[in-house]
């Protein structure tokens, strides 16, 4: 079973933010020599974060790369707002990404937060298909598995789809596979991540935590089976060592979610920094930038350990043994 395997920014944004020198085109050189086929960028600030800037030249100069080694491209921004939409979606284009990952902005009850989300992406949908760029909706800490399903069947278009996350729907107490289990018809790329909990007197509140993939407790073989087994064939991988987030306000654990146990197992202190680290501040630039580097090889080595056990292959195995 031939899959394509691309990494996300994300997985160095200490680089990015720290390392002289490391751009995109470096995060592309990078990925290419780790095997991957393409990579997801983010461009989620007003200077479009990991592309550095918003001139165009960036965007042609990046995409001439891609475009030589024959790699593909998917670009994250946040919000639903239409006009932003409309921009990012040019941006896309632009770039020759095929896809455009956002998440909602909104605020307040659920129900609302979901009517406005679905309000702002029907209208947009028409560029998107124009443009021939997918739109995908994330479970990024905001919506259960079935709310997030349920905006993408209101809006009923065959360009919005779904990022499954493997890990976002911790943060509403929602199971994993709960979660994939109401979305799969509707994804079309993944986060492929590994997550560890800490307990709230260890971490000032209940905290889930990014730890290098293979370190935590997420089922990370059951999800991607369900995966591969929808059809699924290409799986992005994100290293989030030394990211954290809270559990959100006000969410109760759903059914099958049982704190300490399972993918909410926690995780015993003390805490290795190679492991995971909660206070970023307690440690250089230069130090942050070394143990990045070391958990996105060794997350990287469990990466590839379960799509192996599941059967698959790729150019990355031509491409490690020359």
């Not at 020759?96 to 992406?121: C, F, I, P, W």
Request: aromatic share 8%; glycine share 8%; charged share 20%.
């Amino acid at each position: 079973m031939i899959v394509e395997t691309t990494i996300h920014s994300f997985s160095l944004w200490h680089h990015f933010a720290h390392k002289p020198d490391f751009d995109a085109i470096a995060f592309a050189e990078l990925a290419r020599s780790m095997g991957f086929q393409g990579i997801s960028l983010s461009l989620n600030n007003e200077n479009y974060r990991h592309l550095g800037g918003r001139e165009p030249e960036r965007m042609d100069r990046l995409r001439a790369y891609l475009t030589t080694h024959e790699m593909s491209l998917e670009v994250d921004t946040s919000g639903t707002a239409p006009a932003h939409m409309s921009e990012m979606l040019n941006v896309a284009h632009r770039m020759g990404a095929t896809s455009l990952r956002t998440y909602t902005h909104h605020g307040g009850e659920v129900r609302e937060m979901m009517q406005n989300t679905s309000d702002n992406l029907a209208a947009v949908m028409q560029e998107a298909a124009d443009l021939d760029v997918i739109i995908v909706l994330e479970n990024h800490e905001d919506f259960t598995g079935p709310e997030l399903a349920e905006i993408v069947e209101r809006v009923s278009h065959p360009n919005l789809k779904i990022l499954y996350d493997y890990g976002n729907s911790q943060m509403v107490l929602e199971d994993p596979i709960a979660a994939l289990d109401a979305v799969l018809p509707h994804v079309y790329s993944v986060h492929f991540k590994d997550h560890v909990m800490i307990r709230a007197e260890d971490a000032g509140q209940l905290t889930v935590a990014g730890v290098p993939v293979g370190d935590g407790f997420l089922p990370l073989t059951e999800l991607t089976r369900r995966l591969l087994d929808q059809g699924l064939r290409r799986f992005t991988y994100e290293n989030v060592w030394a990211y954290s987030a809270p559990i959100q306000e006000g969410r109760k654990a759903l059914n099958g979610v049982n704190l300490g146990e399972g993918a909410f197992a926690y995780l015993d202190p003390p805490f290795s920094p190679a492991h995971v680290i909660l206070q970023q501040s307690a440690f250089s630039p230069q130090m942050l930038v070394d143990l990045e580097f070391q958990a996105l090889h060794r997350g990287h080595e469990g990466f590839r350990r379960v799509l192996r056990k599941l059967g698959t292959s790729g150019d990355w195995d031509i491409r490690e043994i020359c």
